[in-house]
């Protein structure tokens, strides 16, 4: 996602190889890793699968990164110390929302250094306005302009909402909203309570975690995924040494899926990076709001890794409710990567934002705009919706991203403050 990660497809019903292969080819990285020419492509198959992974007959999956364009990510400490830190300058709210009782939840280690909920969630983030870095068919905008257009809002639910331009025909991209938080950390713990997020042919929602110059402080996508997708998948990317040790979920520690290779770096991996995709069904797109959306969190502890955990409406750990969170009691993660000597957490992630995107199209979205296969998309886009191209289908077809957007209830970052994180 930061500095223009382009993460290019194979798809699974593609006529075609070659021809797929030579329209990604002609994507070029505006700023990823020079010296590595084999990066134009950034070519990541990933196995199809609902739950179970069928050997011989999975298709093939292709997943990209939203590259970063802006929003000026402040340095913090080396993320080396034992003590919390990472804590920098940065706007942080007050939610207006309370927690339910705390009397049956045990205090937690784990204090908030930022929260984002109710009338002033969108205080603390900064609001992207360049180009879309992975070709995607949208302007992202201002706050002003996108509140003026109705794509910002806080509803009378108390939640923040980011919606994309719904007026019937545009002649190229639609207007769409991409922040970033000013408060920046190294180590942590983000958790995200949504009720919504967009869905629908056309669309790469995306919330996600970086920091400075790319790959080389680390970059952990939390929730993504295009199109119909029900079932998200959570990413690591890194600079040059840095791989997870199996490819077997149960020898990992996760309820996921290794979707990727193993070999995190970008530089080596043609910016595959490390992919998990969650078993669940309701965890992403039309699934998760069908279940009245949940919680998301990111662990990241140097001394231990990175691990992601979803939690959908009615399983919500009551210790997240309470504003205690103790991970250390969740259940198994949906992704982890460990601090081992295959992947040093301290020196790979460093001073990461908290970032939300929605782009259409683009080299994930309109690469698999044909292909089928992965849960959620059993008909293509391109069947669903007649047209030839994602393209094409935008910039017609207004009407159809009414669910293309995020309803957020809260984002809360944490940090330990027990001498032993």
Known sequence: MHTFMLLTLALTLSPSPAVARNVFLSHAHKVAIKHSSSLARDLRVAFGGVLVAQPGSAPTQNVYCVSSGGGGVISGDDGNSSSPSGTSTGTSTTSSARPASTSSVPSSPWKPIATYSGSTFFSGWSFYTGADPTNGNVQYVDQGTAQNAGLLEINQAGNAVMRVETTPTVQNNRMSVR?????????????????????????????????????????????EGVNNYTSNQATIHTGVG???????????????????????????????????????????????????????????????????WFFQRGSIPADITAGAPQPQNWTTPMAFWSNSSACNISTMFQDHSAIFDTTLCGDWAAGVWGGTGVPGQSVSCQQQTGFATCAQFVQASGASFSEAYWEVSSVKIYQDTSSSS
């Open 179 to 223: 922040i970033t938080t000013d408060q920046t950390f190294t180590q942590g713990l983000v958790i995200m309570d949504a009720v919504h997020m967009p869905t629908g042919c056309g669309t790469w929602p995306a919330f996600w975690t970086n920091g400075p110059n790319w790959p080389n402080n680390g970059e952990i996508d939390i929730v």
């Open 242 to 308: 840095c791989s997870i040790t199996s490819s077997n979920s149960a020898a990992l520690g996760i309820s996921g899926t290794v979707v990727g290779g193993t070999d995190c770096s970008a530089a080596q991996s043609n910016n595959e990076g490390c992919g998990m995709r969650s078993p669940s069904v309701t965890s992403f797109g039309s699934g998760f709001n069908s279940v009245g959306g949940g919680v998301y969190a990111m662990y990241w502890e140097n001394n231990v890794g990175i691990k992601v």
